[in-house]
């Protein structure tokens, strides 16, 4: 081994880890809850605490916690000593099957949407032995499912883990049409991480950032991304720093960082991760934003993850790279010749129609408080779901909607021209940037997602979504009565194609007639969290997420109601935060040079009466009329912030602040920035966009 491999997973309680230290009964017993979903017993959980105690202690760890997803934020943890007195003044250390696979926290203040009243504060969280646990700054934690006393679930990863059993039923009923028993069929996903860095100086003097993770005020700095200079430029040396420091903490979890680089917003950066199994790749995702976080202070930075730091630039997603697939084969995997392989045609048919039957439940999935200000902007997908395939699939399903044959694309080959350079065949999915779903050679990639989510929900959604179709398949198949399988299933394609053709769109996401073209399909175009939410009760998607044994309706109201009050919460503290960054931190001193102005001109027409001084009154005057605008626009984000809390119903409240509070926060926003390019830089209170961008 060398250095680099030799770290790799040493903080976690890999599969390796078990195999060498576990009694060999006690590894066959758990890897075949593992790699089945078996239930484990008690004394394999005994057997597995002791050895996964005696592994933490000799890598420093002094506490344990169970590890887990609440439904806002992004992980919670309690840490509880391994050490246990026994009454003479020494301590053993304890850790027990039962305090492994269960433990119970007092969560009456996790978010839970009325399932659990105070007086029934229990939670339940419970051991999800298909993560590993790892080592973080002497803490083992461990990966939990977390559940209320009545068993609904009250986290992200119960819900995930379900979801991807749906698929695992179902993609194995249809492979078996195909003579095919594999063990498992899994999701598999790779998320694209996109931050920022900037000063830790500059951070702490702009409560906007502090308080809510974006700029809510900031002139366009002078020059913004049109040079196209940062993406993939030279990683600068502060940054690199932290890019190392972060890449060897991660792979001592065994998160495969692979891919790192400057994205196209100056200050950006991306982090992309080897995939695995969807739900070990959120579990790692969830840890490499909590390690940004942290180790950014190592380095005097900042790590922001909100979707828009800054207007006017890009905003920062979390391309979620989604595929399922077995042991054996990659489901989505089109081989040579597609338009021969019908088991690839029946996935990519499901897949499909899955999206466009929920594209409202997958944009609700996507829906939060930061991703409005991102969706639609610069460079981020719209708020309306499409489907982008790439000329090659396409035309296959062309012709498969349409009903004639289709022929055989032959791959061109790519060459540079220049002898000593190699040939190659041309990719066949050319990439669209600009769709928000896009079949990437042999996954699709869910770009929707922000870059400051749990993206288990959307994982969800989505698999959910297409386990029920590929459901609706294999039910169809089993009834198909005489037909033989291949006949009865291009069959079927071509039907479910034909009526899902309109969620195909290969053309430029970004531009107004898509808006209008999509509204004359009929998709769905909810521009804000307010709008988007909704869908998640719609009747047919309760449905869904019952029938499928994901979520209950009851549990699907509850998250209804968390996300709502979370953006109501997050929409209050952003427009209280404007108010009195307006109020307390622009106004002083835009007024004190307002009137350094005036003094000027009163001391240099006395000194000389004949000075006319028109461009310094004209300036003053141009103050005047911004400190004006500036209370105009504080007295009417306030007016419409107290209309909006006075709603008793969170979803009206969630519209006031979507459509009526934002548009002021906007107004205000306008005024406070019209002054940032006239006032004497000495003077201006807070770091400007060309001091936060550019100099890290
Ligand atoms: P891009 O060029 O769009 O950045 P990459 O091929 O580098 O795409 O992959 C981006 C992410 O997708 C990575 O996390 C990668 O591991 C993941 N990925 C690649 N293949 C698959 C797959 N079959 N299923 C899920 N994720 C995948
Ligand atoms: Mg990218």
Redesign the pocket.
């Known amino acids: 081994m060398t250095d680099l491999t030799k770290k790799y997973g040493t903080m976690v309680f890999s599969e390796h880890v078990m195999k060498q230290r576990l009694p060999s009964d006690t590894y066959k017993k758990l890897s075949k809850t593992i790699k089945e979903g078996k239930p484990l017993d008690l004394d394999v959980a005994n057997s597995v605490a002791h050895t996964m105690k005696e592994w933490a202690i000799e890598h420093g760890a002094t506490h344990f916690a169970h590890w887990f997803q609440p439904l806002t934020g992004i992980t919670s943890e309690k840490h509880d000593a391994f050490l246990d007195p026994v009454g003479d003044g020494t301590a053993i250390t304890k850790f027990s099957g039962k305090e492994l696979i269960q433990g119970e926290p007092d969560a009456s203040s996790f978010p839970n949407g009325g399932l659990r009243a105070t007086f029934e504060a229990r939670g339940y969280s419970a051991w999800d032995p298909t993560s590993y646990a790892f080592i973080k700054d002497e803490v083992l934690c461990i990966p939990t499912a977390f559940c209320s006393y009545t068993g609904e679930a009250l986290d992200k990863k119960t819900p995930l883990l379900r979801s991807m059993a749906a698929i695992d039923e179902q993609a194995k009923r249809v492979l078996a049409f195909f003579g095919k028993k594999p063990a498992k069929v899994t999701v598999?996903?790779?998320?694209?991480q996109e931050y920022f860095l900037i000063s830790e100086k500059d951070y702490a003097q702009r409560q906007d950032l502090v308080m809510c993770g974006r700029t809510l005020f900031g002139a366009p700095p002078c020059k913004g991304q049109e040079l196209d200079e940062h993406y993939f430029g030279a990683i600068r040396p502060t940054v690199n720093d932290f890019m190392k420091e972060l890449d060897d903490v991660l792979w001592g979890f065994a998160v495969?960082a692979?891919?790192k680089h400057n994205e196209v917003a100056p200050a950006q950066h991306e982090l992309?991760?080897?995939?695995c199994n969807a739900n070990r790749?959120i579990d790692e995702n969830l840890l490499t934003m909590e390690m940004m976080k942290l180790l950014a202070s190592h380095h005097g930075l900042v790590c922001l993850q909100h979707e828009k730091p800054f207007e006017g630039i890009n905003g920062s997603g979390k391309?979620n790279?989604?595929?399922i697939?077995s042991e054996d084969e990659?489901l989505?995997?089109p081989g040579d010749t597609p338009e021969e392989n019908l088991q690839f045609l029946v996935f990519l048919t499901c897949v499909i129609s899955a999206v466009d039957d929920y594209q409202d439940l997958l944009r609700m999935s996507v829906a939060s408080c930061g991703n409005d200000h991102r969706l639609g902007a610069h460079e981020a997908p719209p708020a309306i779901i499409s489907i982008f395939l790439g000329d090659e699939l396409s035309d296959i399903i062309d012709a498969l909607a349409e009903g004639h044959e289709a022929g055989h694309a032959s791959r061109e080959s790519l060459d540079f021209g220049v002898a000593v350079l190699p040939t190659f065949d041309r990719d066949t999915t050319d990439?669209n940037r600009t769709s928000p779903f896009a079949f990437?050679?042999?996954?699709f990639?869910f770009r929707m997602p922000g870059s400051a989510v749990n993206v288990a929900d959307a994982n969800t959604m989505l698999d959910t979504a297409v386990a029920k179709a590929l459901k609706d398949f294999a039910d169809a198949m089993d009834e198909r009565g005489d037909a033989s399988f291949e006949s009865a299933a291009i069959a079927y394609i071509r039907k479910s194609l034909a009526a899902h053709k309109r969620i195909l769109f290969s053309g430029d996401g970004y531009s107004e007639e898509w808006h209008e073209e999509a509204v004359r399909r009929g998709l769905c175009n909810f521009p804000t969290t307010a709008d988007a939410l909704p869908a998640f009760v719609e009747q047919k998607n309760i449905d869904l997420l019952a029938g499928m044994g994901v979520l209950s309706e009851t549990e699907v109201r509850s998250r209804y109601e968390v996300k709502l009050e979370k953006y109501n919460k997050l929409m209050n503290i952003e427009a209280t935060t404007m108010e009195r960054m307006a109020r307390r931190t622009y106004l002083p001193v835009i007024s004190a040079y307002a009137t350094k102005i005036a003094k000027g001109i009163t001391t240099v027409t006395s000194a000389m009466p004949a000075a006319e001084m028109s461009h310094e009154r004209r300036e003053l005057s141009t103050l005047l009329d911004g400190v004006d605008a500036i209370y105009e626009g504080i007295d009417n984000l306030a007016d419409l912030h107290r209309k909006a809390k006075a709603f008793e119903c969170a979803q009206d409240q969630a519209n006031c602040y979507a459509h009526e509070v934002s548009p002021a926060m906007d107004r205000l926003r306008e005024a406070v920035d019209a002054m940032e390019p006239i006032v004497a830089r000495e003077y201006w209170p807070v770091p400007t966009y060309d001091d936060l961008l550019f100099y890290v």
Do not use: I, Y
């Open positions: 598999n996903v790779g998320t694209e495969a692979k891919t992309a991760p080897v995939f790749a391309h790279n989604w595929s697939g990659n989505l995997d990439r990437t050679g042999n996954k990639e």
